[in-house]
Each structure stands twice: as structure tokens, then as C-alpha cells.
T-cell receptor, first 111, second 114 residues
Framework: RKEVEQDPGPFNVPEGATVAFNCTYS??????FFWYRQDCRKEPKLLMS?????NEDGRFTAQLNRASQYISLLIRDSKLSDSATYLC????????????WGAGTKLIIKP | DGGITQSPKYLFRKEGQNVTLSCEQN?????MYWYRQDPGQGLRLIYY???????QKGDIAEGYSVSREKKESFPLTVTSAQKNPTAFYLC?????????????FGQGTRLTVV
């Protein structure tokens, strides 16, 4: 079992819809969590950090559930420009804070 | 502007050749990483370094080598021992050793064996 798992998708979603996807992690020593966005043939870029209390940035909401060991990303009022691959990243205290990456969820927003 | 720079953007290698990918950062970050990404796949860690003159193997280090002689630089050599080197290579840096540290990436190098 991979340490960080994501549904690879693709999620095909009509423009304007709300979409959510989860990421599960297996190591309880995981301390911090992030969502990155990667456009086709480009480098990943930080979308948002995920805080224990949850956090929101415009149309994007991230949640952390430590008991069930997953994080989630919700995108409201989706835009064509949201089409990308979303990578879940976990930072573990017991590995000198090495970043552990999920394989990503591909999102395609259709007009 | 602060950032992380990879070069070249595209690289072609003949069978049996060693090639070196450059990665330079001026963010004053302690930690640097090399990842490999294959089509439709996630990032796999090749090597990482938390401090100058020290580095550790990642999950797929075989056939690769690195050095960290300066804080700003973390070059990756793809040796002839790497049997399937065609991939997208990403270098990243972070403050390192702390929680909630963002990773910053270079634009990547696409290596193709011809």
C-alpha cells in the first residue's frame, strides 16, 4: 500500500459544478499537509496548505481528518482553468520532514 | 527574483552516456530534492539533501548520483547504469527540517534517450 494514495481520475466535471476529492495517508506521524496543482508538462505549484481547522481560499476549501487519516479538497464553481492534476503532499516528522507525494488526481472541467 | 532554476529544459542522451542536470536556487533553502516523473505518474524521489555536503538516497536512486558542495547547487548525474532514463526531472527546494514548509520547483528537465 502506498503511503499517500489518491484516486487518479480523471474526474470529468461540467463548468460551474462543485467537485471534491480525497487523499489518504497511512503514517500517523504525518505532521503537515499540502495540495499542489500541476498543469500538463509543467512543474507543481503550491495550491494551499491544509490546517487542522480546515482552511478556505476563494473557491477552494481544504479539510484534514486526522482520525480517519485523510485530507480533502473541494472546488466550488469550477472554471475551465481549474483543469489540472492535483497532488497531495504529506510532511512526516519521523523522516526529517521529507515530503511524501501522492500520484495525483486529474481533473478535467468541461464547458 | 528569488527562485530555482533548472537547465537545460530539454536534453537528449545517447545510450551509454552520462549526463548532468543542473539545479540552482537563490532562496537560501537548506533542503533540495530531485524527483523523477513518468507520464501519468506521481513524483518519485531520487535523492535529497538537507544540508551542504550531505545527501540521502530516495526511493529510486540506482543509476543516479548527486553532489551538494554549495548550498545553492544540487546537480544530478544520470549515469549509463540507469536503464530507463527517459523522464521529466524536477528539482525542488524547501526551508527543510520544519513543518509546513512549501516546496519550490524548477521548471524541470525533459531527458530523452536517443
Amino acid at each position: 500500500r502506498k503511503e499517500v494514495e489518491q484516486d487518479p481520475g480523471p474526474f470529468n466535471v461540467p463548468e460551474g459544478a462543485t467537485v471534491a476529492f480525497n487523499c489518504t495517508y497511512s503514517n500517523s506521524a504525518s505532521q503537515s499537509f499540502f495540495w499542489y496543482r500541476q498543469d500538463c508538462r509543467k512543474e507543481p505549484k503550491l495550491l494551499m496548505s491544509v490546517y487542522s481547522s480546515g482552511n478556505e481560499d476563494g473557491r477552494f476549501t481544504a479539510q484534514l481528518n486526522r482520525a480517519s487519516q485523510y485530507i480533502s479538497l473541494l472546488i466550488r464553481d469550477s472554471k475551465l482553468s481549474d483543469s489540472a492534476t492535483y497532488l497531495c503532499v504529506v510532511n512526516r516528522e519521523d523522516s526529517n520532514y521529507q515530503l511524501i507525494w501522492g500520484a495525483g488526481t486529474k481533473l478535467i472541467i468541461k464547458p | 527574483d528569488g527562485g530555482i532554476t533548472q537547465s537545460p529544459k530539454y536534453l537528449f542522451r545517447k545510450e551509454g552516456q552520462n549526463v548532468t542536470l543542473s539545479c540552482e536556487q537563490n532562496l537560501n533553502h537548506d533542503a533540495m530534492y530531485w524527483y523523477r516523473q513518468d507520464p501519468g505518474q506521481g513524483l518519485r524521489l531520487i535523492y535529497y539533501s538537507q544540508i551542504v555536503n550531505d545527501f540521502q538516497k530516495g526511493d529510486i536512486a540506482e543509476g543516479y548520483s548527486v553532489s551538494r558542495e554549495k548550498k545553492e547547487s544540487f546537480p544530478l548525474t544520470v549515469t549509463s547504469a540507469q536503464k530507463n532514463p527517459t523522464a521529466f526531472y524536477l528539482c525542488a527546494s524547501s526551508i527543510g527540517g520544519r513543518m509546513n514548509t512549501e516546496a519550490f520547483f524548477g521548471q524541470g528537465t525533459r531527458l530523452t534517450v536517443v
